[in-house]
Nanobody, 124 residues
Framework: HVQLVEAGGGLVQPGGSLRLSCAAS????????MAWFRQAPGNECELASTIRRDGATYYADSVKGRFTISRDNAKNTLYLQMNSLKPEDTAMYYC???????????????????WGQGTQVTVS
């Protein structure tokens, strides 16, 4: 069955870096649209980044130039490298898979049918 397991969150000082990982099973993630979302307390779920089958990426303006989405096909794992972290990046981060799309990845959380359990990132 489809499973996504995130890791790599933690507490970091402003200006620091973290790399999140998302290990996938039950499907091949480089064939599909994959995304990282985040949600801070009291806020709506916000898209951070997507990557599609051909490797093309999308970043929200709030993370552009600081975050990098990537994947390791051999490990079937998705990553989010986060640099120059700010206190406003504090949130629970989720990876998500849309098994119905390989291209034209949706920017909406509603399109992603599979989610990991989340990993907490705190910048303080």
């Amino acid at each position: 069955h489809v499973q996504l397991v995130e890791a790599g969150g933690g507490l970091v000082q402003p200006g620091g870096s973290l790399r999140l990982s998302c290990a996938a099973s039950g499907f091949t993630l480089n064939m599909l649209c994959m995304a990282w979302f985040r949600q801070a307390p009291g806020n709506e779920c916000e898209l951070a980044s997507t990557i599609r089958r051909d490797g093309a990426t999308y970043y929200a303006d709030s993370v552009k130039g600081r975050f990098t989405i990537s994947r390791d096909n051999a490990k079937n794992t998705l990553y989010l490298q986060m640099n120059s972290l700010k206190p406003e990046d504090t949130a629970m981060y989720y990876c998500a898979a849309d098994i119905t799309r390989s291209y034209a990845c949706s920017l909406g959380a509603w399109a992603y049918g599979y989610w990991g359990q989340g990993t907490q990132v705190t910048v303080s």
